[in-house]
Antibody
Framework: QVQLQESGPGLVRPSGTLSLTCAVS?????????WSWIRQPPGKGLEWIGE???????NYNPSLKSRVTFSIDKSKNQFSLKLRSVTAADTAVYYC??????????????WGQGTLVTVSS | QSVLTQPPSVSGAPGQRVTISCTGSSSNIGARYDVHWYQQIPGTAPKLLIY???YRPSGVPDRFSGSKSGTSASLAITGLQAEDEADYYC???????????FGGGTKLTVL
């Protein structure tokens, strides 16, 4: 059973950097899978942030690309998100997930429980 | 404004059938990128419900089904149950935006 667990500060100051880690169990981040981050502002819909492969290859949402960096730590079986220059608009529940692929696009088959990050002074 | 358009809300009585539409364009659904559906019970993480338009992950009841027509996709739920009350999201890939896109979500109320 694949399980993912997000962790990181729940409060980030404006203009600071949001940093989250996703610990994976029941699967290896070093496998032929992509791993993704998604966020959901309070009371709103889902937004794809991007995905990372074990080789370090990444795909980012173009609207966030200039501020986001993913990394992967095979020794700890986890992957991470850094989002720079945050504002109140970045306040959201952040989810990590595993990516599955159908013939013509990816989907998210296992999700973490999510962690709320609030941007506020 | 989401790239994929869903109705904000739908409702139905227990036992009835409801459908939720997901309308896209020539750069996503119309470009034959697959559509996937998620169920999100308030306060919990989304759960994969349908992938590749019509496939159900293990454990998802066959009361849930997906379909596609042109630049739209639909999720149908038959034999509506109280536990189906949740938000539902469609998701695909968009070649113009060069990334994954979600619908705005549909709140299902079981009357």
């Amino acid at each position: 059973q694949v399980q993912l667990q997000e962790s990181g500060p729940g409060l980030v100051r404006p203009s600071g950097t949001l940093s989250l880690t996703c610990a994976v169990s029941g699967a290896s981040v070093n496998s032929n899978d992509w791993w993704s981050w998604i966020r959901q502002p309070p009371g709103k819909g889902l937004e794809w942030i991007g995905e990372i492969y074990h080789t370090g290859g990444t795909n980012y949402n173009p609207s966030l690309k200039s501020r986001v960096t993913f990394s992967i730590d095979k020794s700890k079986n986890q992957f991470s998100l850094k989002l720079r220059s945050v504002t109140a608009a970045d306040t959201a529940v952040y989810y990590c997930a595993r990516v599955g692929y159908s013939d013509r696009s990816g989907y998210l088959d296992y999700w973490g429980q999510g962690t709320l990050v609030t941007v506020s002074s | 404004q989401s790239v994929l358009t869903q109705p904000p809300s739908v409702s139905g009585a227990p036992g009835q059938r409801v459908t939720i539409s997901c309308t896209g364009s020539s750069s996503n659904i119309g470009a034959r990128y697959d559509v996937h559906w998620y169920q999100q019970i308030p306060g919990t993480a989304p759960k994969l419900l349908i992938y590749g338009y019509t496939y159900r992950p293990s454990g998802v009841p066959d009361r849930f089904s997906g379909s596609k027509s042109g630049t739209s996709a639909s999720l149908a739920i038959t034999g509506l149950q109280a536990e189906d009350e949740a938000d539902y999201y469609c998701q695909s890939y968009d070649s113009n935006l060069i990334g994954w896109v979600f619908g705005g979500g549909t709140k299902l109320t079981v009357l």
